[in-house]
């Protein structure tokens, strides 16, 4: 709830009274998703750090930033020097925006992982900050501003939050659902939706909360599951980015690590299981030798061709079963049994060797695992883990592959996991020849079907492969899909591109019925 309209409401109020007269002394970046502003009269400091990440997006105010030496880059240099003349928020959207002296204008456009800060000159698009988001140098505030103003009377012909309400958003909704508005009459659901945006406008404090997952979100309802309160926007929205990057992001990765070590202590725990197995089953088989023995001291007794023979075992003084071989003699059969009983000693004793090697492997996981949890700071996490599982971490990035795959027709189809599996996939799992194929104007998995020389791709493995990438994108629902597939070097990708982005510059089209769901290897 940091992005909703509602609360951006108040931070802008609070902006108001904060940074009106001070000056934009510099702007700039440290990393991709990052961007600072510093804001300065003769006596105050003002820092908005703004930080656009995919999974994270977010405002922070520091009361102090030091900018680095290296790796820094200005940014908007057009806002420099220039004063602050106001703040304003966009009608009934998440963006707001800073109005600075000789008519410049900065949006602030928090959509998400789709946000991005933008910069006008009157009414003009002069740059912004990720230029990966093309669409937005078309954006202007008054075309996000949504002007709706329901009432009783259009709520009771379509009582749709979504509709009427876009700036609740899931949180608003969920406070809605849990004090029951859908069982309640038209009057009535009017009244609770008008109280609880009565509610929003005038709330005094600012609650932090987690979902299941354990990730932290800001709320404006009270609850006894708070986790802090906060009096102003600035100050919850700190504490929102602090416990989200050093509780949430610490507890994830500690938890990833925790995930590495259980599945390796499970691996070797079963390993020494199934060690014990073997080694206990040689101890109860009659070892080769013992049966040699047994046939060299009993020859008089073996008659020739025979299968088999009782005779008696020397070691326990009662008869015994021994099969033989027909054309092999006792005295031969016996050499094969001492020849057996070398290898069986062999093998016992690499398996005991095995086995105390393993035991304590898997001694030193469980310890590992135990001080692992023990840690509390990601600094001491990170020593842990370059101490103690580089190894462990390589080897797993090693075996794992970022895309499925699939034979169809003795072609060996590869579809990749993720947009960034995509990317990799593409650039490090693919070959020039590759049929590269994908649903046609929806986001969705790139899919290869791999050259083999001196054999051609027919027309019906290629559309068996698109009703694969037709499953695998936003289309696998639909009756037909358009797919578009082309030769793997016809596909390119530009450093300005999203993950999973490319540029196509040949293509052909099939359409076809998506895929039901397909049995896929790693």
């Not at 508005?181 to 008008?194: A, K, M």
């Not at 102003?232 to 690590?257: G, I, M, R």
Request: aromatic share 8%; hydrophobic share 35%.
């Amino acid at each position: 709830m940091h992005l909703n309209y509602h609360f951006l409401t108040h931070l802008v109020q609070e902006l108001n009274s904060t940074i009106i007269g001070l000056d934009l002394r510099s702007c700039y970046s440290q990393s991709k998703d990052e961007i600072i502003f510093n804001l300065t009269d003769e006596s105050n400091h003002f820092y908005v750090q703004a930080q656009l990440d995919s999974n994270f997006t977010c405002l922070t105010f520091p009361e102090e930033h030091h900018r680095a030496k290296r790796n820094s880059i200005d940014l908007f240099r057009d806002t420099i020097n220039k004063k602050v003349l106001g703040i304003a928020m966009v009608t009934n959207d998440r963006s707001f925006i800073i109005h600075l002296s000789e008519n410049y204008n900065l949006l602030f456009k928090l959509h998400g992982n789709r946000s991005n800060i933008i910069l006008y000159e009157r009414d003009s698009f002069v740059e912004m900050f990720n230029n990966r988001l093309k669409k937005d140098q078309q954006v202007h505030p008054s075309d996000i501003a949504k002007l709706h103003k329901p009432d009783l009377e259009s709520w009771s012909t379509n009582p749709s939050l979504r509709h009427h309400f876009p700036t609740f958003g899931p949180r608003v909704q969920a406070h809605l659902a849990k004090n029951d508005l859908d069982t309640l009459p038209y009057n009535e659901q009017w009244q609770l939706i008008t109280c609880v945006i009565d509610r929003l406008a005038k709330a005094k404090h600012f609650f932090i909360e987690v979902d299941e997952r354990g990730m932290p979100f800001l709320t404006m309802f009270e609850s006894e599951q708070a986790l802090s309160k906060q009096d102003t926007p600035t100050q919850v929205c700190n504490a929102l980015s602090k416990y989200y990057h050093q509780t949430y992001l610490f507890d994830q990765e500690k938890s990833k690590y925790i995930q590495l070590l259980t599945a390796q202590i499970s691996k070797t725990d079963k390993y020494i299981k199934n060690t014990q197995r073997k080694l206990d089953s040689l101890h109860n088989k009659r070892s080769y030798d013992e049966v040699a023995n047994i046939i060299m001291a009993n020859l008089h007794a073996i008659p020739n061709n025979v299968e088999s023979v009782e005779l008696n075992d020397i070691y326990i003084n009662k008869p015994i079963l021994i099969k033989l071989k027909p054309n092999v003699s006792p005295q031969k059969l016996a050499e094969q049994y001492y020849r057996k009983s070398k290898n069986q000693s062999k093998e016992r004793q690499n398996l005991e060797e095995n086995l105390l090697k393993k035991e304590a492997e898997l001694e030193s996981l469980e310890s590992l695992k135990s001080e692992l949890s023990t840690i509390s700071d990601r600094k001491h996490l990170r020593q842990f883990v370059s101490l103690n599982l580089t190894d462990q971490i390589n080897k797993q990035e090693e075996k794992r592959l970022p895309y499925y795959r699939q034979e169809i027709d003795g072609f060996e189809v590869r579809i990749g996991k993720s947009a960034k599996d995509n990317d990799l996939m593409l650039r490090q799992y693919s070959h020039k020849d590759d049929t590269w194929l994908h649903a046609r104007d929806v986001p969705g998995s790139h899919v290869l079907i791999r050259h083999q020389k001196h054999l051609q791709v027919s027309n019906d493995v290629i559309e068996k492969v698109a009703q694969l990438a037709a499953y695998y994108s936003k289309r696998k629902h639909d009756s037909l899909a358009p797919v578009i597939y082309t030769a793997r070097k016809f596909v390119r990708k530009s450093k300005n591109l999203l993950p999973g982005q490319v540029i196509v510059d040949k293509e052909n089209v099939v359409i076809v019925k998506p895929a039901k769901k397909p049995s896929l290897s790693h």
